[in-house]
Structure formats: structure tokens, C-alpha cells
């Protein structure tokens, strides 16, 4: 499965808002593109698509930013993706042409319906706090402290 640089950007920065807005601080998109690396121009179609979808709150102004609109725990990898993928939950074209209708269905319902559920069926299972807490155990960096 290829998913765009858009929903992967979507998930990063939704991890970001979750981990750096614990307080109820707002965050950044300037914060967000440091931390991941990715162009701040781009975060802000994201987080435009995102804010679209009611997953965050934003405010304007030197103190503004994103935060959560819901708690980590309600919002999926299915809510995000869906906010930003406009294309990934479309229904798979035809196959084979209509003379062929027997061998279209047998491949739709043992193949590509099988495959949407199954896809669907993971990302909705999976919270947002789920990847904070997966992201908090891999450190961002791989060094090591040594005491003596």
C-alpha cells in the first residue's frame, strides 16, 4: 500500500501536536516542521485539511497554534488518513471488462473488498495514543548515555 506524503506528514504531525500540546499548549507548525524536518508550507495544507476534519483547534497569534480538538484515545489512523487521503478509501476500479462480470465479482469480493476491510479494520484500531506511546519508546536519537 502506497500512502502520499500527505497522510504520513498527517500522522507525524498529529503524533507532534499529541506529544508537544500534553498541556494544553498550543503548538506550532513552525515547532512541528523543525521536529520532523518537513516544510512549514506544506504542514499548514495539512493541518488545513486536518482542522477541516475537526481532528484539531487552532488559534491565531503569537501564543496561537493546533492542539487536539479530541483526547488522543478518540482519534484513529483511519480519522487522519481519511482527513487527508481524499483518494485512499475510493472503491477499486473494474478489472476486467463487463464481459467478464463473474470473474470481476470473484476477485471484488475475495480480493479488493477483503483487502479495504482489512486495511480499514487496522487503522481504525489504531489510537493516536497508540503511536504517541509507540513513538515515545524508540528515542529520537541513537545515542547512548554512559555513566561512570
Given at each position: 500500500?502506497?500512502?502520499?506524503?500527505?497522510?504520513?506528514?498527517?500522522?507525524a504531525?498529529?503524533?507532534?501536536v499529541?506529544?508537544?500540546?500534553?498541556?494544553?499548549?498550543?503548538?506550532?507548525?513552525?515547532?512541528?516542521?523543525?521536529?520532523?524536518?518537513?516544510?512549514?508550507?506544506?504542514?499548514?495544507q495539512?493541518?488545513?485539511?486536518?482542522?477541516?476534519?475537526?481532528?484539531?483547534?487552532s488559534?491565531?497569534?503569537?501564543?496561537?497554534?493546533?492542539?487536539?480538538?479530541?483526547?488522543?484515545?478518540?482519534?484513529?489512523?483511519?480519522?487522519?488518513?481519511?482527513?487527508?487521503?481524499?483518494?485512499?478509501?475510493?472503491?477499486?476500479?473494474?478489472?476486467?471488462?463487463?464481459?467478464?462480470?463473474?470473474?470481476e465479482?470473484?476477485?471484488?469480493?475475495?480480493?479488493?473488498d477483503?483487502?479495504?476491510?482489512?486495511?480499514?479494520?487496522?487503522?481504525?484500531?489504531t489510537?493516536?495514543?497508540?503511536?504517541?506511546?509507540?513513538?515515545?519508546?524508540?528515542?529520537?536519537d541513537?545515542?547512548?548515555m554512559?555513566?561512570?
Amino acid at each position: 500500500m502506497r500512502i502520499s506524503s500527505k497522510g504520513r506528514y498527517g500522522i507525524a504531525a498529529m503524533i507532534c501536536v499529541a506529544q508537544l500540546g500534553r498541556n494544553g499548549d498550543f503548538v506550532t507548525v513552525i515547532s512541528i516542521s523543525e521536529k520532523l524536518g518537513i516544510s512549514k508550507i506544506y504542514l499548514e495544507q495539512v493541518f488545513s485539511l486536518l482542522k477541516r476534519s475537526k481532528l484539531v483547534n487552532s488559534v491565531k497569534g503569537s501564543q496561537g497554534g493546533y492542539h487536539l480538538a479530541k483526547s488522543s484515545e478518540r482519534i484513529t489512523a483511519y480519522d487522519i488518513l481519511q482527513a487527508v487521503e481524499l483518494s485512499l478509501f475510493e472503491k477499486t476500479e473494474r478489472s476486467v471488462s463487463a464481459q467478464a462480470e463473474g470473474i470481476e465479482k470473484s476477485i471484488s469480493s475475495l480480493v479488493w473488498d477483503k483487502l479495504d476491510e482489512s486495511i480499514c479494520e487496522v487503522l481504525k484500531n489504531t489510537t493516536l495514543r497508540d503511536l504517541v506511546f509507540e513513538a515515545e519508546r524508540n528515542p529520537d536519537d541513537d545515542s547512548y548515555m554512559y555513566y561512570i
